[in-house]
């Protein structure tokens, strides 16, 4: 079966961005993509204990992966009637851009493992965070382990920041 390209627009705060659906891409594929036992593993080593666990706390009900302009993948996740949710990109290069909202919290925590493009939030995922309106903070938690291999930030974000919105470079402690 031939693979099709279907452009899917997203509208945020931020203006319009395009990102691609492959069509061979399917909620059960980001499942297995997302619970595969090589990634957990690396999210387990790489993220505090913490943000671990209420990352994987959320992946419950999947949506269709997205394929990103530069190559990466964006899946996203949510837990059934709550308002909380995981998201993650995977860059072919061994990035990792994560995301989660908890319930009952105003906080959607990001985690990276890139070295070169961790000032400021990925694109994809200031989109995630707008889904859940204009009264969350988006906090910086660092990851255990960096990726410090050079590379340009093209692709990895360049829009403007999000109005009405605030952003926090902030530690999350262990609990």
């Given at each position: 079966m031939?693979?099709?390209?279907?452009?899917?627009?997203l509208l945020s705060t931020v203006g319009l961005t395009t990102i691609c659906a492959n069509a061979t891409d399917t909620i059960a594929s980001a499942r297995i993509t997302v619970l595969d036992r090589g990634l957990q593993s690396q999210l387990q080593t790489q993220l505090k204990r913490i943000d671990?666990?209420?990352?994987?706390?959320?992946?419950?009900?999947?949506?269709?992966?997205?394929?990103?302009?530069?190559?990466?993948?964006?899946?996203?996740?949510?837990?059934?009637?709550l308002n909380s949710a995981s998201a993650i990109v995977i860059?072919?290069?061994?990035?990792?851009?994560?995301?989660?909202?908890?319930?009952?919290?105003?906080?959607?925590?990001?985690?990276?493992?890139?070295g070169s493009c961790n000032e400021?939030?990925?694109?994809?995922?200031?989109?995630?965070?707008?889904?859940?309106?204009?009264?969350?903070?988006?906090i910086f938690s660092n990851p255990t382990k960096i990726n410090?291999?050079?590379?340009?930030?093209?692709?990895?974000?360049?829009?403007?920041?999000?109005?009405?919105r605030s952003f926090e470079r902030a530690h999350i402690k262990d609990q």
């Open positions: 031939k693979n099709i390209i279907y452009p899917i627009l671990y666990n209420n990352f994987y706390s959320n992946l419950e009900d999947f949506s269709a992966p997205y394929t990103l302009k530069n190559g990466s993948k964006f899946y996203e996740a949510r837990r059934d009637n860059d072919p290069q061994g990035y990792f851009y994560v995301a989660y909202k908890m319930p009952n919290s105003n906080n959607i925590t990001y985690i990276t493992n890139d400021e939030v990925h694109d994809a995922i200031k989109v995630f965070a707008n889904t859940f309106g204009e009264n969350n903070k988006i410090n291999m050079s590379h340009d930030c093209k692709g990895v974000y360049g829009k403007p920041l999000l109005k009405n």
